[in-house]
């Protein structure tokens, strides 16, 4: 009972002076508030990773030059290993036993034209057969490359559904040619849409065989082993075996690291990771900074409140208030302060973070558990805060308090 | 004997000065006496009043209300007396500016620790007995002084205390109202319950049946009154 009769008397505050009790609170709704919304938005694009990036490829990782150089030092380090040739592919493909595919891969960006119509900017996939099945790519009218393609050297090509919406609008592209770069391909087949990922389409490409690419791009950095393994059990196996063909084919001795580099997509979910983690924690320290401002500033209000209301403590300690009811009180108080604050922040952030979905198409997920450490924060923020106005209050002398004008 | 005082001294620390509030008050007040304590500013009155309502603690001397020495209790103990056996009346009312009649005078059973229901019946009976059962939900700014001084004693006689303490109870009063509310201590006192008045107002001290007067921290008379008709109590 003296507890909602705190509470009362708190919310009954904050209703009498809706500007002062903004201010009051702005910190913690901002401290609340943030972390609400960056939580939403990370909880958001983790569901979204995990299904984009885990789902296709959970079974994929790739052999080449650079691995996961993730700062200067490191790439200029990895610049000084061999290139990865064909060759290597071949024989990864030969002693994999692991493996359900091994593909060969290069890249390279050209533009595409036919006629007068001109895509820019587009991707060269140069790739062995088998590509289908570790970019889990489905064909939507024609066929896929094959290793004849490649063997024959004919110059046959897979294009991507955006690229066919800018050079072939309206018209079917298998059987017909186009420039790639200064050669001219034959269209095969046209891919399904795979949409974006994180913003990045995936859909504007141009897959030729190989050797094709081989011979009129010539990659200047080395290939790309792109290996699947038989399911997810055997990836590991399938990691170290081909590790061990790698360091047989360059003759490392054991001991000495290597000079090419493996990525899993456990490896790209570490990245991201690490980059939402690092978005974390700076949100973690804006919150810490406006809920401590939000505290510091909800205890100066309960210092004023009991300064203001000193008499009515001296009544209520007359009445036969001992320090611990005093003590409660004004705890009760400053707690049922935060919380509006909390709560107000609740929604704010999950207002905002809701309307940064629909605005940017990124996805938000509100968890409850979020929000339930959101007003928790709020909750601990006014226990901590209001217990030095609190202390303060219960300590005042009977005598001095009803005295007091 | 509900109250026995004996060898009372409270000093007061005022910067470097030491202020003898009270100095050696020897003092009995039986239970259901009617008593005033009169004096001018600075006899130590109010020294007195706070000492017998335990909101303070004497420097030396003894104090035992109801053969409870109250020198020797914890601040705790000392609130559970203020609750249990006291019941104040202030000259400015002291009421809750932002609860109402009921709630105002439900404040001392709150801190008793009865339960709701409880509380609220005991505090409608209380108002019923002032009079007020009309104004039970009315803020303390939307009642006249004499109405709110009727509050507070409601407030006072809520928890059936052993001693109703009245400091200067008409002081923020007109004349007129300031003798219904005397009437009120009268009629208090007639149902047996004691009553202990401070002012420095002889017209209101004449209602008492005994006068205690105070200068400089002692008691200069102790006189009792004959007339007004006796309590109905002990003697």
Redesign the interface.
Known sequence: MNLRESMGIALSALRANKLRSFLTLLGTIIGVGSVIFVLSVVEGLNRYVSEKILSAGSNVFWVDKFGEAMNEEAFEDALKRPDITLDDVDAIRLGMRHAAAVVAGGQATAPVRRGSKVARNVSINGRSAGYDVVEDLTIERGRHLTDLDDRRRRPACVLGPEVVDEVFPGTDPVGQQLRVGNRTFEVVGVTKAKGKIMGVTQDRFVTVPIHSFEKYWRSRFSYAIYIKSRDQATLPLAVQEARNLMRARRHLAPGRPDNFGITTADTWMEIYRKITGGLFALTIGVAAISLIVGGIVIMNIMLVSVTERTREIGVRKAMGARRRDILLQFLAEATTLSLSGGLTGVVVGVGSALLVSVVTRLPAAVSIPSLVMGVSMAAVVGIFFGSYPAWRASRLDPVEALRYE | MLIQIRGLHRVYQVGSEQVHALNGVDLDIDSNEYLAVMGPSGSGKSTLM?LI?C??TPTQGSYTLKGQEIGKLS??EL??I???E?G?V?QTF?L?P?ADALHNVE??L???GLK?EDRRRRAREAIELVGLTDRIKHKPNELSGGQRQRVAIA?ALV?RPSIILADEPTGNLDTHTGEEIMAAFGDIWKAGNTVILVTHEADIARHARRVVRMRDGKIESDTRQPGHGAGTGSP
């Open positions: 706070n309502g909101l303070d601040d705790n609130a559970r203020r609750n249990q006291i104040f202030f002291n809750l932002r404040l001392p709150i801190y008793a709701h407030r928890n």
